[in-house]
């Protein structure tokens, strides 16, 4: 197997944090967070990185860095556009230099939601969000600046490190008797752990392939099966009862309400379904059902 040199921005996030560990399994890697590389800075980031890439040379970049405040994104889309597309055209740019592939992330909000088909690569995104219009100027900034890319678009993503919905759900349940959770959005969590994993198996696929190969691209890739925030949280309070966590809400007191009774400043998709067919056929990946996944953070977090 080809021994990479991986450099790796965003280390600090959910999923960059998981990819800093799954993608030793590839070779050497750099692991940069926001003090090393801040997206916020595009120019600044061009020469950092320029100086680090002169020295390092990666075969592979992987950007984890993303501005996912999604509601705040609303009140602050220069700072969005900024990291979410300016930045990651530098990131294209500079990987297109040095002859390297980029794996970039990116997010069921490129869409409108509409219907209740999951969305193929082939569907014209629509967002309805300052952030999923900044992740969506990010997917095509990147395909102009650098032949070599993977764009995985992935939802709800949820792992042991940082923040995220079972975290706050935990956090809730054990503060209150029941809590409201919103039940007409359909998606499916994805875990960390499954992300880092299929990251890695598709730079194996793709580490001799040249600019010229049809497999380059965007790709939908989310764990099996399909849930709502609602079920989903009486499923995380489920599973951390029964590994013994103590919590003063219980599933039955989850109570179901619509998007309409709880407004955000960003609309968000009610069918954020993702099929990911392309991604499953073209790299022989294997998708478990989304609980699979939660089952392996909630024991990772009960484990003590
Ligand atoms: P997190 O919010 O956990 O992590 C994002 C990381 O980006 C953080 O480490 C943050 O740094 C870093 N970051 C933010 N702004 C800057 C900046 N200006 N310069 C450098 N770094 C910055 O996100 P996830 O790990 O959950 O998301 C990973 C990818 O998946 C992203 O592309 C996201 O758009 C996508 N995605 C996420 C979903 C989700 O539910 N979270 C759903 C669908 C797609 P710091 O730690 O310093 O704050």
């Known amino acids: 197997m080809q021994h990479h040199k991986i450099l790796l921005l965003g280390a600090n996030g959910q999923l960059g944090h ?29 020469q950092s990185l320029a100086h680090i890439t002169h020295s390092f040379v ?5 950007n984890a860095a993303a501005y996912t405040a999604v509601d705040k994104a609303e009140s602050e889309p220069q700072v969005a556009h900024t990291v979410n597309a300016a930045s990651v055209a530098v990131l294209g740019e500079l990987a297109q230099t040095c002859g390297a592939m980029v794996l970039h992330y990116s997010t ?11 969305w193929q690569e082939t569907d014209t995104p629509h967002p309805l969000s300052v952030y999923g219009q900044s992740k969506w100027a990010g997917e095509q900034a990147l395909a102009q600046a650098c032949a070599k890319h993977v764009v995985l678009r992935t939802s709800w993503v949820v792992g042991t490190h940082g923040g995220n919905f079972l975290k706050t759900m935990l956090r809730l349940a ?20 499954l992300l880092g994993q299929v990251t890695v198996e598709i730079v194996q696929a793709l580490q001799s392939a040249d600019a010229r190969d049809p497999r380059w691209g965007v790709y939908h890739l989310a764990a099996g099966g399909e849930t709502t925030w609602h079920a989903y949280a009486q499923y995380v309070m489920a599973g951390a009862q029964a590994r013994g ?11 179901p309400i619509t998007t309409a009774e709880y407004p955000l400043p960003a609309p968000r998709p009610l069918n954020s379904r993702l099929n990911t067919h392309k991604a499953q056929q073209t ?22």
Do not use: C, H, N
Request: without cysteine.
């Open 58 to 62: 990666p075969t592979v970049m992987v």
């Open 245 to 255: 966590a103590v919590l003063k809400a219980m599933p039955e007191t989850v109570l």
């Open 174 to 193: 054990a503060e209150r008797d029941s809590l409201r959770v919103v039940a007409d959005q359909v998606g499916v969590p994805t875990s960390t752990a």
């Open 108 to 118: 069921d909000y490129v869409f409108d939601g509409s219907g209740t088909q999951p």
């Open 18 to 46: 998981e990819l800093a560990t799954a993608l030793q399994a590839l070779g050497e890697v750099k692991a940069l967070t926001r003090t090393e590389a801040d997206l916020s800075q595009p120019e600044a980031l061009r």
């Open 283 to 304: 790299f022989g990946l294997e998708l478990p059902q989304w609980q699979r996944g939660v089952d392996g953070i909630l024991d990772a977090l009960f484990s003590k």
